[in-house]
RNA sequence: GGCGACGUACCCAAGUGGCUAAGGGGACGCUCUGCAAAAGCGUUAUGCAUCGGUUCGAAUCCGAUCGUCGCCUCCA
């Protein structure tokens, strides 16, 4: 059973057949670095590393690219409202969003080129472009004439005339057609400019995903993603600068990530609904923030509140529980095979990237396991070890919603044999009924944060700090 | 105006033609326990917006209606 994805190109769901066998190349469109980025973006920037990380599960080696536009008209803006210049902004929020999405659990991406150093193949780009009669200047800028390429709209579903009838358009623009979009722009005095035979100026907001997807994908790769959003006009327009010149696919398989709202509706700075992933961060861990985000289909529109991070956070405390509690259970003699469930797994996630029936799965082989793990039978050292390392490749590994608490492997630490010794002292008080005695370590573990649980099999103890 | 998505229990959310409609949260009951915590078990949708149609059979396909939302303009 293959990997089957949502190609919004075709608008069907496709087996996923890389162009290299065992490889899988993959773009995703970064930020535009203007301010920290907010939980929608965080959203598909969670998506796309679940995608990457679930290609490698599957054994892919993937070649992971997500840009950084660090020139652009917002950035710009933001510099003035900020009295500093344009490339302080870039810098500034461009370690922003790095430091931001180690903080999510994101996997470094194999490239994070940015706009900027890449204006010399962005010029020549255009360049090549206004050559094949695929673009041309007005006045130091630069158009790409979309009535060159006739497959334009065959993304987003649009067709030339719609667009016309339905788009506001400036009445003299210099423009030859209303589709006609920006590749170079003049810039106007104190704004970041680069040379170009058209003059100083600046790229347009689409070309540079081009241009660095080309140069560290190649002409013709296997994924692009990105928020709903980009269909149109951004991945269109990638699509019309790219395949005018490559006249080869650009992507094979488009994904796009349904919107988060707020309150059923879109999150916006006017509305006063916006929230940065930083301060979600501050009050909930990344774990919880990406259970609550793979718990809806990637394509379906999520809404964003307390109460569902809240029922995320304890949700996934089920899962984190039995993850550590199978380090420091008692061997027991229970056989539990992991097989049937990672299948069953498998299939799930197999299913166009369906997250939530994937958890399905993972809840409900934790609560086979945790039945017989507290039962008088418990499990086997081998049978614990296995379950574990399931969980290991998919809940952290896939998913990363669980993380590795400094649970002190009981085996091999100072602190295990500590915790052996104050159970067994506890254990010893409890079989003399010194309940006093036996309350009063356990409540004092408690207030260091390690919580002792009785039960059939033994004592155990985790760290009670994880949420 | 053009294009598109969605409406499943108290909340969130899978399921897209055929076993008892996953899973998480919440609520209630129970088991275990010295107490607790954790965990497990049971109950919480004869019904999947409404009305028709196709079919041996539909939450799943088709049509209509109502409702919600997105894109067409910067936007993940």
């Known amino acids: 059973m293959p990997l089957v994805l949502y190609n919004t190109l075709t608008r069907k769901l496709e087996e996923f057949t890389p162009l290299v066998e065992g490889a899988a190349s993959m773009y995703t469109c970064g930020p535009t670095v203007y301010n920290f980025f907010h939980i929608g973006n965080a959203r598909s920037f969670v998506m796309s590393d679940v995608i990457r990380r679930y290609l490698e599960y599957r054994g892919y080696d993937v070649n992971f690219v997500m840009n950084i536009t660090d020139v652009d008209d917002r950035i710009i803006k933001q510099a003035i409202d900020e009295g500093i210049d344009a490339s302080a902004v870039a810098g500034k929020y461009t370690d922003a969003f790095l430091e931001d999405i180690a903080r999510l659990g994101i996997r470094p991406a194999t490239a994070n080129p940015r706009a900027t150093d890449n204006i010399e193949g962005i010029v020549s780009h255009i360049e090549r472009l206004i050559a094949a009669g695929a673009a041309y200047t007005v006045e130091g800028d630069v158009y790409f004439r979309v009535s060159a390429f006739p497959a334009y709209g065959k993304l987003s579903g649009k067709r030339l005339e719609d667009l016309q009838a339905g788009a506001r358009v400036d009445a003299d623009s210099r423009k030859e057609q209303p589709g006609d979009f920006a590749l170079w722009k003049t810039a106007k005095p104190g704004e970041p400019s680069w040379p170009s035979p058209w003059g100083a100026g600046r790229p347009g907001w689409h070309i540079e995903c081009s241009v660095m997807s080309q140069k560290y994908l190649g002409d013709s790769f296997d994924i692009h993603a990105g928020g709903n959003d980009l269909i149109f006009p951004h991945h269109e327009n990638e699509i019309a600068q790219s395949e005018a010149l490559t006249h080869t696919p650009l992507a094979r398989t488009w994904l796009h990530f349904g919107f988060l709202n707020i309150d059923n509706e879109k999150m916006s700075k006017s509305l006063g609904n916006f929230f940065t992933a930083r301060d979600i961060l501050s009050m909930y861990s990344a774990e919880t923030l990406r259970f609550f985000y793979l718990q809806t289909h990637y394509r379906s529109p999520l809404n964003f509140s307390d109460d569902g991070l809240d029922a995320a956070a304890k949700g996934l405390q089920k899962l984190q529980g039995l993850y550590d509690q199978l380090l420091t259970a008692p061997d027991g003699e229970g056989i539990f095979d992991v097989g049937p469930w990672e ?125």
């Open 343 to 467: 299948q069953r797994f498998i299939a799930a996630v197999d299913q166009d990237m369906n997250t939530p029936a994937g958890f399905g799965v993972l809840f409900e082989c934790a609560r086979d396991a945790n039945g017989l793990l507290r039962s008088d039978v418990g499990m086997t050292a081998n049978a614990k070890a296995a379950l574990r390392d399931f969980l290991r490749r998919s809940a952290l590994g896939v998913f990363g919603v669980l993380h590795e608490t400094e649970t002190a492997r009981a085996d091999s630490s100072q602190i295990g044999a500590l915790m052996d010794l104050l159970i067994a002292v506890r254990a010893k008080a409890r079989a003399d009924k010194q309940w006093g005695l036996s309350d009063f370590i356990r409540d004092g573990l408690k207030d260091i944060g390690l919580a002792l649980e009785d039960g059939k099999a033994g004592t155990t103890w985790k760290r009670a700090d994880n949420a």
